[in-house]
T-cell receptor, first 113, second 111 residues
Framework: AQSVTQLDSQVPVFEEAPVELRCNYS??????LFWYVQYPNQGLQLLLK??????LVESINGFEAEFNKSQTSFHLRKPSVHISDTAEYFC???????????FGTGTQLKVEL | DVKVTQSSRYLVKRTGEKVFLECVQD?????MFWYRQDPGLGLRLIYF???????EKGDIPEGYSVSREKKERFSLILESASTNQTSMYLC??????????FGPGTRLTVT
């Protein structure tokens, strides 16, 4: 069975500092990988995804994630965060065998002035 | 833009009541999902549906049932609400390439 691990439940960071949110997955077959973001009092929104091709994927608001097959990781990074990036971030993996998305437990990113 | 709406943002029910949570989508997506979200546990799949009148159990279906009579509507039913079903409930639809679109959620409190 597939699983997703987000080791950090909370990540505090100052505005304009870089940030990395870690995600590791376990699966023996090909995977599709996703990051979703949940702003306060809202549902989840897709931030970025890896399906195939280039292992580095980017979002429109400056986040990027890199698929590392050997380390089974899909860490999310941003070189300079803004106060508006404060949200909860969920990593998710899809494999054909499970035929459904499996979500991590989430990382609360808190950006401070 | 894909729009997924849920009938209530906040709901308070008593133990033993039958509870209906409604989800409606406007994009003609075939796949729809119900999750519950709890702190420290992330999202857990309750039920999903790939077509009208079709349903599949997710990871935690106990105590829940679903109904999908029309393509755009997917209902989650708590037959007899219990306090351990107090949670945030999220509905989602699935477009291409396994992208899921979520509604705003219903925060259910069972007292």
């Amino acid at each position: 069975a597939q699983s997703v691990t987000q080791l950090d439940s909370q990540v505090p960071v100052f505005e304009e500092a870089p940030v990395e949110l870690r995600c590791n997955y376990s699966s023996s077959v090909s995977v599709y990988l996703f990051w979703y973001v949940q702003y306060p009092n809202q549902g989840l929104q897709l931030l970025l995804k890896y399906l195939s091709g280039s292992t580095l994927v980017e979002s429109i608001n400056g986040f990027e994630a890199e698929f590392n097959k050997s380390q089974t990781s899909f860490h999310l990074r941003k070189p300079s965060v803004h106060i508006s990036d404060t949200a909860e971030y969920f990593c998710a993996v899809f494999t054909g065998g499970g035929n459904k998305l499996t979500f991590g437990t989430g990382t609360q990113l808190k950006v401070e002035l | 833009d894909v729009k997924v709406t849920q009938s209530s943002r906040y709901l308070v029910k008593r133990t033993g009541e039958k509870v209906f949570l409604e989800c409606v989508q406007d994009m003609d997506h075939e796949n729809m999902f119900w999750y519950r979200q709890d702190p420290g546990l992330g999202l857990r799949l309750i039920y999903f549906s790939y077509d009208v009148k079709m349903k599949e159990k997710g990871d935690i279906p106990e105590g829940y049932s679903v109904s999908r009579e029309k393509k755009e509507r997917f209902s989650l039913i708590l037959e007899s609400a219990s306090t351990n079903q107090t949670s945030m409930y999220l509905c989602a639809t699935e477009a291409t390439a396994y992208e899921q679109y979520f509604g705003p959620g219903t925060r259910l409190t069972v007292t």
